[in-house]
């Protein structure tokens, strides 16, 4: 992602006025948050790919597993020796 070591977005004009003079201190949080997210590894196009295939390598093994399970169940059922 082009942002990773970028700045953070702009804040949305429509929102400049919430907190402001305040003091709660939204515009500390939103580039505590912006920080956070890049250490976090959410902002790197390279580590998202790298988590999406790890999701779907699992998914893909609960799956595997559910179809072996169901052809075997199917087998019991029908009386057919596994061991064949």
């Known amino acids: 992602m082009a942002y990773v070591d970028g700045p953070p977005?702009?804040?949305?004009?429509a929102l400049e006025h919430?907190?402001?003079?305040?003091g709660l201190g939204f515009e500390d949080a939103?580039?505590?948050n912006?920080?956070?997210s890049k250490e976090?590894?959410?902002l790197d196009a390279s580590i998202m790919?790298?988590?999406?295939?790890?999701?779907?390598?699992?998914?893909?093994?609960r799956l595997e597993g559910e179809v072996s399970?169901?052809?075997?169940?199917v087998r019991i059922r029908k009386g057919v020796d596994s061991s064949l």
């Open 9 to 13: 977005p702009p804040n949305s004009p």
């Open 18 to 22: 919430v907190g402001k003079g305040l």
């Open 30 to 32: 939103s580039n505590e």
């Open 34 to 36: 912006w920080t956070r």
């Open 40 to 42: 976090a590894g959410l």
């Open 49 to 61: 790919e790298k988590k999406d295939r790890q999701a779907l390598l699992e998914k893909i093994s």
């Open 69 to 73: 399970l169901r052809l075997y169940s």
